[in-house]
């Protein structure tokens, strides 16, 4: 099955889209890659050449390595966060440059792929596949449930409960026969910008009143983007793969991705001073190194090859600690 990739990014963020794609060679995936970004292309993807893409100006391609490209498509139409545009761009790309797309895999760029590819495909076959978030479960009758259900029948969305697994909205796989779910998503996004003041807010990137607003759990949405994501699931009628916290390595068991949560991100995470702070590396920074420098070569093999020795002091030095 043809299917593409895609992710969103701006800023620091670009060293993590060369991972991803650095780690979806390495599980086997060959095609297109399409990053929407905000800002300048990446120091790394100097030679990508104009894209043409006539649905898309200011488009560029980079051949990443044989039948690999990655494709730069500049956001530029709406003031959307990019956290809130996930299902506008996987719309966006099936109608115009990856119409002939069977499937579209979304993951955020701090995300490193760890399984075959082929898995992926046949997940979504399955249905939409999500993975479970670390704040899960939510049950039936938890109070955001409850809000959303009460805020969302005003906007003529009825949400109806069909399990307490609550998603990460880091990622997202989506058949075309199942494109339905993208566009009830965006449909509850757009009804859930009145309560957050408009999708150009989130919880990553927003003024000071806001955060304290989702913090003292005024607003039903305290991760927008992710709250919206799983109100769709149940607004929607069909069916949705799950699978557990262990698919983004939230705890052990197979995995199948790992998500860099919360901060620093591991490009910018200093192995050695976050030991001395009591913070040993985490997989995901392990993981990062990995796939940082080849065949996307996003940091040189120097930086590589001392970052990945500060780890392994850093762990040495905290069994040390800890035995004591």
Same mark, same amino acid.
């Given at each position: 099955?043809?299917?593409?990739?895609?992710?969103?990014?701006?800023?620091?963020?670009?060293?993590?889209?060369?991972?991803?794609?650095?780690?979806?060679?390495?599980?086997?995936?060959?095609?297109?890659?399409?990053? =929407?970004?905000?800002?300048?292309? /990446?120091?790394?993807?100097?030679?990508? !050449?104009? @894209?043409? +893409?006539? $649905? %898309?100006?200011? *488009?560029?391609?980079?051949?990443?390595?044989?039948?690999?490209?990655?494709?730069?498509?500049?956001?530029?139409?709406?003031?959307?966060?990019?956290?809130?545009?996930?299902?506008?761009?996987?719309?966006?790309?099936?109608?115009?440059?990856?119409?002939?797309?069977? =499937?579209?895999?979304?993951?955020? /760029?701090?995300?490193?792929?760890?399984? !075959?590819? @082929?898995? +992926?495909? $046949? %997940?979504?076959? *399955?249905?939409?596949?999500?993975?479970?978030?670390?704040?899960?479960?939510?049950?039936?009758?938890?109070?955001?449930?409850?809000?959303?259900?009460?805020?969302?029948?005003?906007?003529?969305?009825?949400?109806?409960?069909?399990?307490?697994?609550?998603?990460?909205? =880091?990622?997202?796989?989506?058949?075309?026969?199942?494109?339905?779910?993208?566009?009830?998503?965006?449909?509850?996004?757009?009804?859930?910008?009145?309560?957050?003041?408009?999708?150009?807010?989130?919880?990553?990137?927003?003024?000071?009143?806001?955060?304290?607003?989702?913090?003292?759990?005024?607003?039903?949405?305290?991760?927008?983007?992710?709250?919206?994501?799983?109100?769709?699931?149940?607004?929607?009628?069909?069916?949705?793969?799950?699978?557990?916290?262990?698919?983004?390595?939230?705890?052990?068991?197979?995995?199948?991705?790992?998500?860099?949560?919360?901060?620093?991100?591991?490009?910018?995470?200093?192995?050695?001073?976050?030991?001395?702070?009591?913070?040993?590396?985490?997989?995901?920074?392990?993981?990062?190194?990995?796939?940082?420098?080849?065949?996307?070569?996003?940091?040189?093999?120097?930086?590589?090859?001392?970052?990945?020795?500060?780890?392994?002091?850093?762990?040495?030095?905290?069994?040390?600690?800890?035995?004591?």
């Amino acid at each position: 099955m043809a299917s593409v990739i895609c992710t969103l990014f701006e800023g620091h963020y670009h060293y993590g889209v060369a991972a991803i794609v650095n780690s979806l060679y390495k599980q086997g995936f060959r095609g297109d890659v399409y990053a =929407g970004y905000r800002g300048s292309l /990446p120091h790394w993807a100097g030679n990508a !050449k104009s @894209a043409n +893409f006539t $649905d %898309w100006p200011g *488009s560029h391609s980079f051949a990443v390595v044989g039948d690999l490209t990655l494709h730069f498509l500049p956001i530029v139409d709406t003031d959307y966060h990019l956290t809130n545009y996930k299902p506008d761009f996987m719309l966006k790309l099936w109608a115009g440059v990856a119409s002939n797309a069977e =499937g579209i895999v979304y993951f955020d /760029p701090d995300i490193i792929v760890t399984s !075959k590819w @082929a898995f +992926f495909e $046949d %997940w979504i076959r *399955s249905g939409v596949a999500l993975c479970e978030d670390v704040n899960s479960p939510l049950p039936k009758f938890h109070p955001r449930r409850v809000a959303w259900r009460n805020y969302f029948q005003r906007h003529h969305i009825t949400l109806n409960f069909k399990e307490p697994v609550y998603a990460n909205g =880091g990622f997202a796989g989506v058949h075309k026969n199942d494109i339905s779910f993208l566009e009830i998503w965006r449909k509850v996004q757009e009804a859930m910008a009145h309560s957050i003041g408009g999708l150009s807010r989130s919880a990553f990137n927003s003024k000071a009143d806001f955060i304290k607003q989702l913090e003292q759990g005024i607003t039903p949405f305290s991760k927008t983007d992710q709250d919206a994501l799983n109100a769709a699931v149940e607004a929607w009628d069909g069916n949705v793969s799950f699978i557990g916290q262990e698919s983004m390595a939230f705890k052990p068991g197979p995995r199948q991705m790992s998500h860099a949560l919360g901060s620093p991100k591991p490009w910018k995470a200093t192995p050695l001073k976050s030991m001395f702070k009591g913070k040993s590396p985490r997989l995901t920074d392990r993981d990062y190194w990995t796939h940082a420098s080849s065949p996307i070569a996003s940091q040189s093999n120097s930086i590589v090859y001392w970052r990945k020795l500060s780890m392994d002091i850093a762990n040495f030095i905290g069994k040390f600690y800890s035995s004591r």
